[in-house]
C-alpha cells in the first residue's frame, strides 16, 4: 500500500474509517469523501490524509473528490465506493418516495456516480481498483428491508458486468458484501439481533476481506462476508442458456 491513493466514500466512520485507518496504517494516502465534515476531518487529520465533502447523490461531487484526491496526492489507485444507509421503508403501507428515492440515491446511484468519476483517473495510472460496499442482502432475500435488498442487489448487478468489461484495462471492480456489521446502520435492527442471537460481524472481519479483495486477481467477483465462515467470492449458480 506504500504510496497508493485511496478515495473512500462514507469514510468517516464505520467500515470506511477502519478501512481507511487499516490502509493508512500501511502507508497509502486516503482522501475520506463524506457529509460528516467533523468526523471526516478529524479522522483525515490523525491519518494524515484529506477529507472532501461529498454528497454521493450528486455527480459533480464525485467528480470532484476525484479531482482533489489526484491534485493532492498525484492520482487514484483505488476507489472504495462505501457509502450507505438503510432505507427505512416498505413498498406497502409505510412507502414513502422521498425516503426510497434517498436510498436508491445513495446506495446505488452513488456507486455509479463514483465508477463514472474514478475510472478516467484509474485509467492515467494505467490501473487500479474499485470496491463497492453492497451487502449479504444482495445474495439473499431481505422481507425486513425490500428496497435496501433491491438497491445492493443492483449494485452487486453493476460489479458483475463491469468487472470483465475493464479488466483489460488493468482496473479491477468488486463487491464487498457484508452481513450485519457492528456500525451505525443496524440501527433498530441491533436490538433484534441481539434478542434472537444472530452473530454481529465484527469490523475488522470485514476490513480483512477488504484486504484480501485488493489482494486477489478476481473482477467482477462478489465477496461475501458472515460470521464464523472464511470470506470469498459467493459462487453464482449458471443462468439456463438457450436449447
Given amino acids: 500500500m506504500e504510496g497508493r491513493v485511496a478515495l473512500i466514500t462514507g469514510g ?10 487499516r490502509l493508512a496504517g500501511e502507508g497509502a494516502h486516503v482522501v ?14 490523525e491519518l494524515d490524509g484529506m477529507f ?3 454528497d454521493v447523490r450528486e455527480p459533480a461531487d464525485s467528480e470532484a473528490a476525484v479531482a482533489a484526491a489526484a491534485e493532492r496526492f498525484g492520482g487514484l489507485d483505488i476507489a472504495f465506493l462505501n457509502a450507505g ?23 446505488l446511484d452513488g456507486v455509479v456516480y463514483g465508477v463514472h468519476a474514478a475510472l478516467p483517473a484509474l485509467r492515467a495510472r494505467g490501473g487500479g481498483q474499485i470496491i463497492a460496499t453492497a451487502s449479504m442482502a444482495a445474495l439473499t432475500a431481505t422481507p425486513f428491508d425490500p428496497i435496501y435488498g433491491a438497491n445492493k442487489a443492483a449494485v452487486v448487478g453493476l ?18 458484501c457484508p452481513s450485519f456489521a457492528d ?9 433484534r439481533l441481539e434478542e434472537t442471537g444472530f452473530p454481529i460481524l465484527d469490523v475488522s472481519d470485514v476490513v480483512e476481506t477488504f484486504m484480501a ?3 486477489a486477481d478476481t473482477a ?24
Fill in 32 to 45: 475520506l469523501a463524506d457529509i460528516d465534515e467533523d468526523r471526516g476531518g478529524a479522522l483525515a487529520k
Fill in 213 to 215: 479483495i485488493l489482494a
Fill in 183 to 191: 456500525t451505525d446502520i443496524l440501527g433498530p435492527m441491533r436490538g
Fill in 52 to 54: 472532501v465533502r461529498c
Fill in 220 to 243: 467482477g467477483d462478489a465477496w461475501f462476508v458472515v460470521p464464523g465462515r472464511e470470506s470469498g467470492p459467493f459462487t453464482f449458480r449458471g443462468v439456463p442458456g438457450p436449447r
Fill in 12 to 21: 468517516s466512520k464505520g467500515i470506511g474509517a477502519a478501512v481507511a485507518r
Fill in 159 to 176: 460489479v458483475r458486468a463491469l468487472g470483465p468489461a475493464h479488466l483489460e484495462e488493468g482496473i479491477r471492480v468488486n463487491a464487498l
Fill in 85 to 107: 444507509i438503510a432505507s427505512g421503508c416498505g413498498v406497502d403501507a409505510d412507502f414513502d418516495v422521498e425516503t426510497y428515492r434517498r436510498a436508491m440515491a445513495i446506495n
